[in-house]
């Protein structure tokens, strides 16, 4: 069993900056994938960074560039760091774990980029 917490939502100007946190109740190294997702009313969750056991990350398209995905295995959290951001990026923004072939989700923090 994994509990996620995410902080560090808000509301922001276009062009400003965030930072995500995730805070795990397990050892992060022992996950295999932890991963931050968004979604807006109506539409598909979307996978936007991912960062693997070994450290490796991966970005959507969308954010390559202006997002960047970190962790502090000291700390069990992992961090979305989000820079220039767009009114696009508003979302509800999700913390992710692939532990043990399961899937665990956070809460959610909300992020809304005022134009």
């Known amino acids: 069993q994994v509990q996620l917490v995410e902080s560090g939502g808000g509301l922001v100007q276009a062009g400003g900056s965030l930072r995500l946190s995730c805070a795990a109740s397990?050892?992060?190294?022992?996950?295999?994938?932890m991963n931050w997702y968004r979604q807006v009313p109506g539409k598909q969750r979307e996978l936007v960074a991912a960062?693997?056991?070994?450290?490796?990350?991966n970005y959507a398209d969308s954010v390559k560039g202006r997002f960047t995905i970190s962790r502090d295995i000291a700390k069990n959290t992992v961090y979305l760091q989000m820079n220039s951001l767009k009114p696009e990026d508003t979302a509800v923004y999700y913390c992710?774990?692939?532990?043990?072939?399961?899937?665990?989700w956070g809460q959610g923090t909300q992020v809304t980029v005022s134009s």
């Open positions: 992710n774990a692939d532990y043990i072939i399961k899937d665990y």
């Open positions: 397990v050892n992060i190294f022992s996950i295999s994938t």
């Open positions: 960062i693997t056991r070994g450290g490796s990350t």
